[in-house]
């Protein structure tokens, strides 16, 4: 299948600085990435959907001048978490769309963990 | 609303036949079924996934029922590396259309 790779595979920083996350397609060109979180125990939430060219589409709940998303070009989108607070402690995985033919699988990324101390 | 049922947890014998078991009676005309499954702490991997025809790859075989309402995933021959969440995800398979995760199915493989 396709790769889809993140990094930094972890990360900790300090409370209320910035840190940015990148999320790279390697073998093939996703127009469309999805960013995810996931605490301990718990099933993946979706974030945002990440369009190259244009402004992501954030989920209800989920604050867009907290987490940046740019999705400069075909290969590569960065979440950048603004003002980092422990409870955003936590793994975030992103993920790519293939299309291949009339396919349109999702591949995923190792995941970044983030800790925030 | 969750499109799919899956039980929570299941256990399974090493070198048997996994078969978990999804719900998806919503299911509508142009979505397709997907499995992925989690391994502890890695990002979710993509197993299978089928419109109407039962599908199978060199992971898992995919088998969905005529009414499409539900389907299981087989794992012809569980190993320990096996032991993961399962998701079973509904999805159109055009566009833009995001993966909405449910909670899973626990599977855990007994040496």
Excluded at chain 1, 25 to 52: C, G, H, I, V
Excluded at chain 1, 73 to 87: G, K, W
Aim: some cysteine.
């Amino acid at each position: 299948g396709a790769v889809v790779s993140q990094h930094p595979s972890w990360v900790i920083c300090k409370s209320g600085t910035s840190v940015k996350i990148e999320c790279r397609s390697l073998d093939f060109q996703a127009t469309t990435m999805f960013w995810y979180r996931q605490f301990p125990k718990q099933s993946l939430m979706l974030m945002a959907t990440s369009n190259e060219g244009s402004k992501a589409t954030y989920e209800q709940g989920v604050e867009k001048d907290k987490f940046l998303i740019n999705h400069a070009s075909l290969t590569l989108s960065t979440l950048t978490v603004t003002s980092a607070h422990p409870e955003d402690s936590s793994f975030y995985i992103c993920s790519a769309r293939e299309r291949r033919g009339t396919g349109n699988t999702i591949y995923f990324g190792e995941g970044s963990w983030l800790t925030v101390v | 609303d969750a499109k799919t049922t899956q039980p929570p947890s299941m256990d399974c014998a090493e070198g048997r036949a996994a078969n978990l078991p999804c719900n998806h009676s919503t299911i509508s005309g142009n979505e397709y079924v997907y499995w992925y499954r989690q391994i502890h702490s890695q990002g979710p991997q993509y197993i299978i996934h089928g419109l109407k025809n039962n599908e199978t790859n060199e992971m898992a075989s995919l088998i969905i029922t005529e009414d499409r309402k539900s389907s299981t995933l087989i794992l012809p021959h569980a190993t320990l590396r096996d032991t993961a969440v399962y998701y079973c995800i509904v999805r159109e398979d055009f566009g833009n259309e995001k993966l909405t995760f449910g909670t899973g199915t626990r599977l855990t493989i007994i040496p």
